[in-house]
């Protein structure tokens, strides 16, 4: 695939930055003009892990790698205690940092995925995500990126876009190629903190904020809401995990000139193209070439030619006639629907099942409370009860008593926490509640 002949055609008329990456204007000359030597023994067929984020020289590499033919591992330095299983995983004979390149002897092939040996015969390149694995094991997604790649053949607006998710993020990728194949710049961040998002975004006037709810919410109470936000701020796009109702009410008022889009997508099938209601609501239209969808059960059903190729250590997640359960249960209104949670969400008490997320939305009604998490436990008399996680704001109090009086008054019985522990609630490194 001839990635640079068609990022030329794209940028030959354009004099602004390709990227801006350590306070440095990078333009796509200058990536041209880096040197692929350390690339030399890189064949087609070669499975690398490519350690990097989005700066200059990870993306040259990222680009030539695809052009050379070979299947990419994207991965960060933050993961790096997992870097050798995910070589066992996909069979990588190649690690690539930098301009550094270390190969990985392996005795032989006999045992490379069924999955890898099928994309190579057809002589496609390939690259292969990691789940976060909040549920499990992390599953290596395989794709192939002459399918990924037809996503950004229709010319869109091009935008100056802070890149937030991660280089071995799905989402993190479909940002940089969005915005490239369309002749826009990528901001790269060094710190994920609010104040040093929001400073970068001044400073390069940024115009599209993609981000996480869990980085809102921050961002609410960071007090930088509105003074810090730029002029120059059109988007704030939002996805990976569930948003509330609390925190997007709450931010599309105070930013009442950002437009509020939320996204959806899946590892398995890439970043689908949505479209909000409205800008403070979370109901939303799923569209795209190729998408189909239907809804089974309250559960979201997808199927789409673009999907991936297969997981490589899991058994395939569609049916004999190509549906995916998202496990995602769903409320509808009219072409439009909401996620409410997810079906491993589901807490059954005494045969009634609401969502923990609709424990966790009461909790974030607070104003003392920053982030919630609720669960399952089993319980001998009804089967399951409900237990909640709760991080307070800074310099907020507030008594068990308190609390769990407030639950009494907002919550049916059956939904009341039957135990309720104050604690700092983790963010992975993707900036999802973990």
Same mark, same amino acid.
């Given at each position: 695939?001839?990635?640079?002949?068609?990022?030329?055609?794209?940028?030959?008329?354009?004099?602004?930055?390709?990227?801006?990456?350590?306070?440095?204007?990078?333009?796509?000359?200058?990536?041209?003009?880096?040197?692929?030597?350390?690339?030399?023994?890189?064949?087609?067929?070669?499975?690398?892990?490519?350690?990097?984020?989005?700066?200059?020289? #990870? %993306? @040259? /590499?990222?680009?030539?790698? !695809?052009?050379?033919?070979?299947?990419? +591992?994207?991965?960060?330095?933050?993961?790096?205690?997992?870097?050798?299983?995910?070589?066992?995983?996909?069979?990588?004979?190649?690690?690539?940092?930098?301009?550094?390149?270390?190969?990985?002897?392996?005795?032989?092939?006999?045992?490379?995925?069924?999955?890898?040996?099928?994309?190579?015969?057809?002589?496609?390149?390939?690259?292969?995500?990691?789940?976060?694995?909040?549920?499990?094991?992390?599953?290596?997604?395989?794709?192939?990126?002459?399918?990924?790649?037809?996503?950004?053949?229709?010319?869109?607006?091009?935008?100056?876009?802070?890149?937030?998710?991660?280089?071995?993020?799905?989402?993190?990728?479909?940002?940089?190629?969005? #915005? %490239? @194949? /369309?002749?826009?710049?990528? !901001?790269?961040?060094?710190?994920?903190? +609010?104040?040093?998002?929001?400073?970068?975004?001044?400073?390069?006037?940024?115009?599209?904020?993609?981000?996480?709810?869990?980085?809102?919410?921050?961002?609410?109470?960071?007090?930088?809401?509105?003074?810090?936000?730029?002029?120059?701020?059109?988007?704030?796009?939002?996805?990976?995990?569930?948003?509330?109702?609390?925190?997007?009410?709450?931010?599309?008022?105070?930013?009442?000139?950002?437009?509020?889009?939320?996204?959806?997508?899946?590892?398995?099938?890439?970043?689908?193209?949505?479209?909000?209601?409205?800008?403070?609501?979370?109901?939303?239209?799923?569209?795209?070439?190729?998408?189909?969808?239907?809804?089974?059960?309250?559960?979201?059903?997808?199927?789409?030619?673009?999907?991936?190729?297969?997981?490589?250590?899991?058994?395939?997640?569609?049916?004999?006639?190509?549906?995916?359960?998202?496990?995602?249960?769903?409320?509808?209104?009219?072409?439009?629907?909401?996620?409410?949670?997810?079906?491993?969400?589901?807490?059954?008490?005494?045969?009634?099942?609401?969502?923990?997320?609709?424990?966790?939305?009461?909790?974030?009604?607070?104003?003392?409370?920053?982030?919630?998490?609720?669960?399952?436990?089993?319980?001998?008399?009804?089967?399951?009860?409900?237990?909640?996680?709760?991080?307070?704001?800074?310099?907020?109090?507030?008594?068990?008593?308190?609390?769990?009086?407030?639950?009494?008054?907002?919550?049916?019985?059956?939904?009341?926490?039957?135990?309720?522990?104050?604690?700092?609630?983790?963010?992975?490194?993707?900036?999802?509640?973990?």
């Amino acid at each position: 695939m001839q990635i640079f002949k068609k990022l030329k055609e794209v940028w030959k008329d354009l004099d602004h930055p390709f990227i801006i990456s350590d306070n440095r204007e990078k333009y796509f000359n200058d990536l041209l003009n880096i040197n692929s030597d350390h690339l030399n023994d890189v064949k087609k067929g070669d499975i690398v892990l490519l350690i990097g984020d989005f700066d200059d020289i #990870t %993306l @040259f /590499n990222f680009f030539k790698l !695809i052009e050379i033919g070979a299947i990419i +591992v994207p991965v960060i330095k933050e993961t790096k205690k997992e870097h050798k299983n995910y070589c066992l995983i996909t069979s990588a004979n190649k690690i690539i940092s930098g301009c550094k390149v270390d190969n990985i002897i392996k005795k032989n092939d006999i045992n490379e995925n069924i999955l890898l040996k099928k994309l190579k015969a057809k002589g496609n390149s390939g690259i292969i995500f990691f789940s976060s694995g909040t549920t499990g094991k992390p599953k290596a997604i395989l794709h192939d990126i002459n399918l990924l790649f037809k996503r950004f053949n229709t010319p869109r607006k091009s935008y100056r876009t802070i890149n937030f998710l991660m280089f071995d993020h799905m989402g993190g990728i479909n940002t940089l190629l969005h #915005t %490239l @194949f /369309n002749g826009g710049t990528i !901001i790269t961040l060094k710190s994920r903190k +609010v104040k040093d998002v929001l400073d970068v975004c001044n400073k390069f006037k940024v115009e599209v904020l993609p981000a996480t709810p869990t980085f809102l919410r921050m961002m609410l109470i960071s007090g930088f809401v509105p003074k810090k936000i730029p002029s120059s701020l059109k988007i704030i796009s939002y996805g990976t995990e569930q948003m509330d109702e609390t925190t997007l009410t709450q931010i599309s008022k105070s930013l009442p000139n950002v437009d509020f889009r939320q996204t959806y997508g899946l590892s398995e099938f890439s970043v689908l193209r949505a479209k909000s209601k409205t800008r403070s609501s979370l109901f939303f239209k799923l569209s795209g070439e190729g998408l189909e969808k239907k809804i089974y059960n309250k559960i979201l059903y997808l199927r789409s030619k673009y999907a991936m190729v297969g997981y490589l250590n899991d058994k395939s997640p569609f049916d004999s006639n190509g549906w995916y359960n998202t496990k995602d249960v769903v409320e509808q209104n009219g072409d439009y629907i909401k996620i409410i949670g997810r079906k491993s969400n589901i807490i059954n008490v005494a045969g009634l099942k609401f969502m923990a997320s609709d424990v966790e939305n009461v909790a974030l009604e607070n104003p003392k409370i920053l982030n919630a998490k609720a669960y399952a436990k089993s319980n001998p008399l009804t089967g399951e009860h409900v237990e909640i996680i709760i991080e307070l704001k800074k310099d907020q109090k507030i008594s068990l008593m308190e609390i769990k009086n407030y639950f009494k008054e907002k919550l049916s019985r059956h939904m009341n926490p039957q135990k309720i522990l104050f604690n700092k609630i983790k963010i992975s490194h993707r900036f999802k509640k973990k």
